[in-house]
């Protein structure tokens, strides 16, 4: 059995009010395990953990699929930062 390489998260922070606390994504998954989406939380222990190319894809959807995403820096960070 491979032993996944998951420890990213991915945070956002607000561009133009840098006081607001940071979100973190919880990713949405079909019941057969398929991508559908993130959504963003403040709870960071309740925030999904991923590999790199999980937070990737969740950062490229967050950027193409969120209409506020302009008004976000969004990136990936590695769990414990």
Known sequence: MENKDQRYLVQQ???NDP?????FA????SKEGAFE???FIKNKD???V???AEAQEAVAWATKKKSA???YATKIICLGQ
């Open 13 to 15: 922070n607000k561009i």
């Open 19 to 23: 006081s607001k606390p940071p979100v």
């Open 26 to 29: 919880r990713v949405m998954r």
């Open 37 to 39: 989406g993130v959504s």
């Open 46 to 48: 309740k925030a999904t």
């Open 50 to 52: 991923m590999t790199i």
């Open 69 to 71: 995403a302009h008004e």
